[in-house]
Structures are given as structure tokens and as C-alpha cells.
């Protein structure tokens, strides 16, 4: 191919939510540098929340994100308790757990079946993916719908849930109340364990990434609304001790922080969490990953629609042990007084850990928020995946280049943002 200059624009990534660019510089036959500019405007959540109560954050953040709003919830209220001394009663904890569990179920089908699947059954979007496997389409609009009915009954309402607040709920179900949704969620399971079944017949390019990797860890089960943090490289260590290894940095070409694990490049997310819980899945999920074609680690970025089918296998696994095993709390919340402090907690959203910290005075007033989400962590990642991938495909035209640039963005499920969709493609051959 000639290596002149060129530019390449892609008019709208419709299938990962945020607006972004992607510049690809190519010189004498090598990559030079791939850079993820995200352009939009800061939101200004962290200094939304200064100055407010601590009982607040549950609801503020919520609206960062549509799509996984109890992860955002889940980390402000760990990380709240945490700086509060506050332990929720087993039976708060549990229900949390399931609330959560009917995140990673509607997330999770949303992006298996509307935004990953038309990708490699080679169609624009699910819309017209649907005109030839109507099937594929409404079996994963009917495990979301399961999951949303647990964010609905739990939490308020699917979007943005408002029955969350610091030390527990304002309610709580009876498991009268549960029951309905654990028959819709055995439908679901019927459901899910065919999708990964279909989905171990796709076309995966080859791939394996190099990063550390880091996720949340619980002994004694696949970690999900919380727990401690642990990393390829053999470090585990409190969410206190976050920011002592990762830390974030400006980059020129973006608005967006770059995350760094001590210094390096490093991954959280599906394939993070697999790799290093599998172990914990449950056996049904487990025996679903090895029928499936998946070992006890995944490294290949295009494999992680697997790792997502068998994780979503083992939420509604979870969900429905959870309502079988559920007792209606005496209380729907923990008595919390604020205190003055720092706090740290984390969780699993859907696209890998999530981080939050605050600190009060003895009035409950936040003096300082941070978050660090997912895709800023994993920037640096894809980033340099961005590279290896073009890199072994400069034979391929710019039409076809731009196409797998965006499936191998679109493997992280990126949420650049809730907003308009749109990706710019910048490749520049000389």
C-alpha cells in the first residue's frame, strides 16, 4: 500500500457510548502511535459532589453512567461506609449483591447481543443483525429484561436507580416479591447458556494482550459488590491502597485521565476478572466456560463477548440462589453518622473495577471526591492494542483498517460517556 498521508473519518461509532477520535500515524511500514483522543467536555462530578452531604453521592453519581448506575452507587456507598464504620447486616449485603447481580445481567446481554454480536456476524447494528436472527436479538432482550426487572423491584427503576442510599435502602421487597423474577431469571439462564453456546462459534482474530491485570478479589466467591484488590503481577491490597499503585495522568491528545498500575499499562474488566476468578465461578458457570472453548485464563481481547456470556450465566445463577436463600431485612438500612475521614471503596461495574473515595468533615460535608472509572484505566490499554492491531494489518485497505480498529475498541465496551456516539478516525501513512 502507499504510504502517503491520509485521513480517514468514521461519521459514527454507534455501538460504544461516548464521543471519541482515533489518530493512527504509520511511517516507513511501522506504527508510530495510535492515540484514543476523548474529546468531550469533563462532566465535573467530583466537583458536583464538594460541598455536599455525604448521604448524596448515591444519587449524583448514578447519573454518570446509564448503563451501570449501581456500580456507581455501590462504590460511593463502600466507600462512604467504609470512612463511617459501618457494616451492613448479611441479609442488606446479600440484597445489595443481587441488585448488583441485575446490573451485570442487563449490561452484559446489552452489549453481547446489540452492540458486539453485529460485529462479528458482519452487520451495521442490531437492527439489521435482527432481520436475519430475530432469534439472537430477542433472546438478549429478554435476559436484559430479567435484569432490569431486578433493578426496577431492588432499586426504583432500571435507569438510574433511586431505592439506594448510604447503609443500605429506603425499602426493601418481601420475597414474595422476589419470587416472580426468579422463574423469569431460570428463563433467562436457558437463554444466556445459548448465547454462549452460539457466541464459541464466532471467528475470533488472534490476539493475546501482555497487561497486567487487576481486579476485585473475594475468597470465597467471584467478586462483584466488593472486595479487595489483587493484580497479576501477585500485589493484593485494600481499596485504601488504590492510589498508592495506580495513578492518573494527563495526556495532550485527550480530555480523558490515562491510569497507570505502578507506573505501567494495565487492564481491568471481563477478561481481567476471568483471568484471575475463574477459579471462583460457580460449577455451572465453570462448566460453561470449559464447553465453551475457554480455559482458566483469557487474554484475547476478541474472546471477551465469551467471558461475558459466562459471567452473565453466573450472575442469574446468583441472582436466583440469592432469592431462594433471601430473608426480608429487619431494617432496610444500617444507622450511619457521618464522621470526619477518608474513605475508599471499589466494585466490579460490567467494564472492570471502579474506584471512589471521599473525604468529610465531622458535619458529613465532602471536602474532596475521586473516581476513576474503568475505561480511563483501561486507555492506555486499548491504546496499545490499537498498535499491535494495525500494525499486523497495514496490507489492509483503509475501509477495512478503520472497520477492525473499531471492533477491537468496541471488545472493551468503552463508556467514553452516556452521550452521542461518534468516532473520528485520523490514519496517517507517510
Same mark, same amino acid.
Given at each position: 500500500?502507499?504510504?502517503?498521508?491520509?485521513?480517514?473519518?468514521?461519521?459514527? &461509532?454507534?455501538?460504544?457510548?461516548?464521543?471519541?477520535? &482515533?489518530?493512527? +500515524? +504509520?511511517?516507513?511500514?511501522?506504527?508510530?502511535?495510535?492515540?484514543?483522543?476523548?474529546?468531550?467536555?469533563?462532566?465535573?462530578?467530583?466537583?458536583?459532589?464538594?460541598?455536599?452531604?455525604?448521604?448524596?453521592?448515591?444519587?449524583?453519581?448514578?447519573?454518570?453512567?446509564?448503563?451501570?448506575?449501581?456500580?456507581?452507587?455501590?462504590?460511593?456507598?463502600?466507600?462512604?461506609?467504609?470512612?463511617?464504620?459501618?457494616?451492613?447486616?448479611?441479609?442488606?449485603?446479600?440484597?445489595?449483591?443481587?441488585l448488583y447481580c441485575g446490573e451485570w445481567i442487563s449490561s452484559h446481554a446489552l452489549h453481547i447481543h446489540l452492540l458486539h454480536l453485529p460485529d462479528f456476524l458482519g452487520y451495521p447494528d442490531a437492527v439489521t443483525l435482527a432481520t436475519d436472527h430475530r432469534d439472537l436479538v430477542e433472546r438478549g432482550l429478554a435476559v436484559k429484561k430479567a435484569g432490569n426487572g431486578l !433493578?426496577?423491584?431492588?432499586?426504583?427503576?432500571?435507569?438510574?436507580?433511586?431505592?439506594?442510599?448510604?447503609?443500605?435502602?429506603?425499602?426493601?421487597?418481601?420475597?414474595?416479591?422476589?419470587?416472580?423474577? %426468579?422463574?423469569?431469571?431460570?428463563?433467562?439462564?436457558?437463554?444466556?447458556?445459548?448465547? %454462549?453456546?452460539?457466541?464459541?462459534?464466532?471467528?475470533?482474530?488472534?490476539?493475546?494482550?501482555?497487561?497486567?491485570?487487576?481486579?476485585?478479589?473475594?475468597?470465597?466467591?467471584?467478586?462483584?459488590?466488593?472486595?479487595?484488590?489483587?493484580?497479576?503481577?501477585?500485589l493484593a491490597f485494600p481499596a485504601s491502597e488504590f492510589t498508592d499503585h495506580v495513578s492518573e495522568r494527563q495526556v495532550p491528545h485527550s480530555t480523558a485521565l490515562h491510569a497507570t498500575l505502578d507506573g505501567g499499562?494495565?487492564?481491568?474488566?471481563? !477478561?481481567?476478572?476471568?483471568?484471575?476468578?475463574?477459579?471462583? !465461578?460457580?460449577?455451572?458457570?465453570?462448566?460453561?466456560?470449559?464447553?465453551?472453548?475457554?480455559?482458566?485464563?483469557?487474554?484475547?481481547?476478541?474472546?471477551?463477548?465469551?467471558?461475558?456470556? +459466562?459471567?452473565?450465566? =453466573?450472575?442469574? $445463577?446468583?441472582?436466583?440462589?440469592?432469592?431462594?436463600? =433471601?430473608?426480608?431485612?429487619?431494617?432496610?438500612?444500617?444507622?450511619?453518622?457521618?464522621?470526619?475521614?477518608?474513605?475508599?471503596?471499589?466494585?466490579?461495574?460490567?467494564?472492570? &473495577?471502579?474506584?471512589?473515595? =471521599? $473525604?468529610?468533615?465531622?458535619?458529613?460535608?465532602?471536602?474532596?471526591?475521586?473516581?476513576?472509572?474503568?475505561?480511563?484505566?483501561?486507555?492506555?490499554?486499548? $491504546?496499545?492494542? &490499537?498498535?499491535?492491531?494495525?500494525?499486523?494489518?497495514?496490507?489492509?485497505?483503509?475501509?477495512?483498517?478503520?472497520?477492525?480498529?473499531?471492533?477491537?475498541?468496541?471488545?472493551?465496551?468503552?463508556?467514553?460517556?452516556?452521550?452521542?456516539?461518534?468516532? $473520528?478516525?485520523?490514519?496517517?501513512?507517510?
Amino acid at each position: 500500500m502507499s504510504h502517503r498521508s491520509r485521513q480517514l473519518r468514521v461519521s459514527s &461509532l454507534a455501538r460504544v457510548e461516548g464521543e471519541g477520535a &482515533l489518530r493512527v +500515524v +504509520v511511517a516507513d511500514g511501522a506504527v508510530e502511535r495510535a492515540e484514543l483522543n476523548i474529546y468531550e467536555p469533563p462532566r465535573f462530578f467530583e466537583a458536583l459532589l464538594r460541598g455536599r452531604a455525604f448521604t448524596e453521592p448515591p444519587d449524583i453519581t448514578a447519573r454518570i453512567c446509564g448503563i451501570c448506575p449501581v456500580a456507581y452507587q455501590t462504590s460511593a456507598c463502600n466507600a462512604l461506609e467504609q470512612l463511617c464504620g459501618v457494616d451492613l447486616d448479611p441479609p442488606l449485603a446479600a440484597l445489595r449483591r443481587l441488585l448488583y447481580c441485575g446490573e451485570w445481567i442487563s449490561s452484559h446481554a446489552l452489549h453481547i447481543h446489540l452492540l458486539h454480536l453485529p460485529d462479528f456476524l458482519g452487520y451495521p447494528d442490531a437492527v439489521t443483525l435482527a432481520t436475519d436472527h430475530r432469534d439472537l436479538v430477542e433472546r438478549g432482550l429478554a435476559v436484559k429484561k430479567a435484569g432490569n426487572g431486578l !433493578l426496577e423491584l431492588i432499586g426504583g427503576r432500571p435507569i438510574h436507580p433511586i431505592n439506594v442510599r448510604v447503609g443500605g435502602f429506603y425499602s426493601v421487597p418481601s420475597p414474595a416479591d422476589l419470587a416472580p423474577l %426468579a422463574e423469569q431469571l431460570r428463563g433467562a439462564l436457558d437463554s444466556a447458556i445459548s448465547t %454462549a453456546r452460539r457466541a464459541s462459534t464466532l471467528d475470533f482474530p488472534d490476539l493475546e494482550l501482555d497487561h497486567h491485570l487487576l481486579a476485585a478479589d473475594d475468597p470465597a466467591r467471584y467478586a462483584i459488590e466488593t472486595g479487595r484488590i489483587h493484580t497479576s503481577t501477585g500485589l493484593a491490597f485494600p481499596a485504601s491502597e488504590f492510589t498508592d499503585h495506580v495513578s492518573e495522568r494527563q495526556v495532550p491528545h485527550s480530555t480523558a485521565l490515562h491510569a497507570t498500575l505502578d507506573g505501567g499499562p494495565y487492564l481491568t474488566g471481563p !477478561l481481567a476478572r476471568y483471568t484471575l476468578n475463574s477459579a471462583r !465461578l460457580s460449577p455451572l458457570a465453570r462448566q460453561v466456560a470449559a464447553e465453551i472453548g475457554l480455559g482458566a485464563e483469557c487474554r484475547n481481547p476478541f474472546r471477551s463477548i465469551l467471558v461475558r456470556a +459466562v459471567e452473565v450465566v =453466573y450472575a442469574i $445463577e446468583e441472582a436466583v440462589r440469592l432469592i431462594g436463600d =433471601y430473608e426480608r431485612p429487619p431494617r432496610p438500612s444500617m444507622p450511619v453518622v457521618p464522621r470526619a475521614g477518608v474513605g475508599h471503596g471499589v466494585s466490579e461495574a460490567p467494564r472492570g &473495577l471502579l474506584y471512589h473515595s =471521599y $473525604e468529610t468533615g465531622d458535619d458529613g460535608i465532602i471536602h474532596s471526591a475521586t473516581i476513576i472509572p474503568p475505561t480511563s484505566q483501561n486507555q492506555a490499554a486499548i $491504546e496499545a492494542d &490499537l498498535r499491535r492491531v494495525v500494525a499486523a494489518h497495514l496490507d489492509l485497505d483503509d475501509a477495512a483498517l478503520t472497520t477492525l480498529c473499531e471492533r477491537t475498541i468496541r471488545n472493551y465496551d468503552p463508556c467514553i460517556s452516556c452521550s452521542a456516539h461518534f468516532l $473520528e478516525l485520523d490514519l496517517e501513512r507517510r
